[in-house]
T-cell receptor, first 112, second 112 residues
Framework: NAGVTQTPKFRILKIGQSMTLQCAQDMNHNYMYWYRQDPGMGLKLIYY???????DKGEVPNGYNVSRSTTEDFPLRLELAAPSQTSVYFCASSYGQPNDYTFGSGTRLTVV | QKEVEQNSGPLSVPEGAIASLNCTYS??????FFWYRQYSGKSPELIMFIYSNGDKEDGRFTAQLNKASQYVSLLIRDSQPSDSATYLC????????????FGSGTRLSIRP
């Protein structure tokens, strides 16, 4: 039982490049979330999904896109990377109770 | 106005003493409240959650909630060096699909 798996763990992007951060969970959770954490700061919600085919914006959605075609996967897309997107990205999933979040180990992204 | 506010610290506490961490929130509709511990370079880990006014104890940890004052606190008794971490306060906004909004975290250092 892997839980929440994020890939890659580290990535360096050049300004203007695009990439997809992968998130997969094997717990049959309906709810999935993407957060970013800037150095010395808390987590900010980017996007979330309450089930396959349903996504919604969080606190800081600009510059990102998501899709949820299956229950297991919730990829986060950066179309035109900017230095302001340098951060650690965490994916999380839950059954819908806020006290049962499972976090992935994070993706550390640097945009140069 | 920030939704969840914490003092960023660092808070330095001698080993064996009580560490007191505080958090305020702005949304009166908030239903549930969480304390996460995050070690450097790791994902957040849930250590306490509380729904009702009053105190909730779990081992060396006590969460306190005062909804009238919109205030949540975490007490750590008999502080250990392993408690040195960043503590994130988080709030579930009931109307919003079980999503959790985080504060910026308080860095706690336990000195031997």
């Amino acid at each position: 039982n892997a839980g929440v798996t994020q890939t890659p763990k580290f990535r360096i992007l050049k300004i203007g490049q695009s990439m997809t951060l992968q998130c997969a969970q094997d717990m049959n959770h309906n709810y999935m979330y993407w957060y970013r954490q800037d150095p010395g700061m808390g987590l900010k919600l980017i996007y979330y999904s309450v089930g396959a085919g349903i996504t919604d914006k969080g606190e800081v959605p600009n510059g990102y896109n998501v899709s949820r075609s299956t229950t297991e996967d919730f990829p986060l897309r950066l179309e035109l990377a900017a230095p302001s997107q340098t951060s650690v990205y965490f994916c999380a999933s839950s059954y819908g109770q806020p006290n049962d979040y499972t976090f992935g180990s994070g993706t550390r992204l640097t945009v140069v | 106005q920030k939704e969840v506010e914490q003092n960023s610290g660092p808070l330095s506490v001698p080993e064996g003493a009580i560490a007191s961490l505080n958090c305020t929130y702005s949304d009166r509709g908030s239903q549930s409240f969480f304390w996460y511990r995050q070690y450097s370079g790791k994902s957040p880990e849930l250590i306490m959650f509380i729904y009702s006014n009053g105190d909730k104890e779990d081992g060396r940890f006590t969460a306190q909630l005062n909804k009238a004052s919109q205030y949540v606190s975490l007490l750590i008794r008999d502080s250990q060096p392993s408690d040195s971490a960043t503590y994130l306060c988080a709030v579930n906004i009931y109307s919003s699909a079980s999503k959790i909004i985080f504060g910026s975290g308080t860095r706690l250092s336990i000195r031997p």
